[in-house]
């Protein structure tokens, strides 16, 4: 009799341990591009909550009772830092959960954006193999039943972004290099610029709040002349007059949409990281390279 109780325990220790390896994690990133990084390190030991969605801006976001709710649920809350999420003190007290904070740039050295420290590292991928790094080790210390795989898909993935980052210099390397200059109203592309070598040169006189005008675009024809930029993308002017008026009187290519705080929707042009990262190459070797 007694044996059979033995085998009894041992086969319900057997069905409970696979289980409870099995037991997922409630994290929260703060926004789509760390989400994805989480995701794909997590696989399906996490479920993962966002709080800033695809085409989201976290710079400016304002938090909703639900998002309280996702960081009072959470084991885990991960965030960009680099003052990226100013709104986040006063959510988490809010939530009031116990949530532990993550900082994904732990271990970036920050580029400066003005006095402050420029948050968007992600736009290196070296810089990205580094949240990659964090997500695992802190995933894998609040769950250890799950580590062994948490460390499994994160060399997976990051192999996956070393050879992403072999793209990008490739496809840079077809660029001559007079050309790698580009005018743009976005001021996140500091670590991407640092990394790559394509000279990001914000436009003279132009608030990217509001769209350009006649006079503010005849200083862009100025500048772009002035300093034989071969390509301009300007996604805050929506004249198309105007867009047409630099390409014709300066020969500058007009480049499409370059994704930098966020991903798009599931079916966009950049539904993760790394398509992002490919659909920006993509646009500036099209636009630089010729």
């Given at each position: 009799?007694?044996?059979?109780f ?11 341990a ?5 037991e997922?994690l409630?994290?929260?990133a ?6 994805d ?5 997590g696989?399906?030991?996490?479920n993962v909550?966002m709080?800033?969605?695809?085409e989201g ?6 938090p909703?009772?639900a998002d309280a709710?996702?960081?009072?649920e959470?084991k885990?809350?991960f ?5 990226l999420e100013?709104?986040?003190?006063r ?5 009031g959960?116990?949530?532990t904070i993550?900082?994904a740039?732990?271990g ?5 954006l003005?006095?402050a420290p420029?948050p ?8 990205a193999k ?6 695992r080790?802190?995933?894998a210390?609040?769950s250890?039943?799950n ?8 060399d ?7 050879a992403?980052d072999?793209?990008v210099r490739?496809a ?13 109203t976005?001021?996140a ?5 640092a ?6 040169i914000?436009?003279?006189g132009v608030s990217?709040?509001?769209e350009p ?12 002349k ?5 390509a ?10 105007l867009?047409?008026?630099?390409s014709?009187?300066?020969?500058a290519?007009?480049?499409g949409?370059?994704?930098?705080d966020s991903l798009t929707?599931?079916k966009?042009e ?8 490919r659909?920006?190459?993509?646009a500036l ?6």
């Amino acid at each position: 009799m007694r044996r059979w109780f033995w085998l009894a325990l041992l086969a319900l220790v057997t069905l409970v341990a696979p289980a409870r390896a099995q037991e997922r994690l409630n994290v929260v990133a703060s926004f789509s591009i760390l989400a994805d990084l989480v995701r794909n390190v997590g696989g399906n030991g996490v479920n993962v909550a966002m709080l800033v969605g695809p085409e989201g801006d976290a710079h400016v976001y304002r938090p909703n009772p639900a998002d309280a709710r996702k960081v009072a649920e959470a084991k885990l809350l991960f965030i960009n830092g680099f003052g990226l999420e100013g709104w986040l003190p006063r959510l988490v007290q809010s939530a009031g959960g116990k949530a532990t904070i993550v900082t994904a740039t732990d271990g970036v050295t920050p580029l400066k954006l003005g006095s402050a420290p420029d948050p968007h590292a992600w736009q290196s991928v070296a810089n990205a193999k580094i949240y990659v790094a964090n997500i695992r080790d802190a995933l894998a210390a609040a769950s250890p039943a799950n580590a062994t795989a948490f460390r499994a898909n994160a060399d997976s993935y990051l192999a996956e972004l070393d050879a992403l980052d072999s793209e990008v210099r490739q496809a840079v390397a077809t660029i001559s290099e007079a050309h790698r200059k580009v005018i743009s109203t976005h001021r996140a592309f500091g670590y991407f610029a640092a990394a790559y070598g394509i000279e990001f040169i914000a436009p003279v006189g132009v608030s990217t709040e509001s769209e350009p005008s006649a006079r503010d675009i005849a200083g862009i024809i100025t500048q772009i002349k002035k300093a034989k930029i071969p390509a301009v993308f300007l996604e805050n002017v929506s004249d198309p007059r105007l867009i047409q008026r630099i390409s014709e009187e300066t020969g500058a290519r007009i480049g499409g949409t370059l994704y930098s705080d966020s991903l798009t929707a599931e079916k966009g042009e950049a539904p993760t990281y790394i398509a992002m990262v490919r659909h920006n190459i993509k646009a500036l070797t099209s636009a630089l390279g010729h």
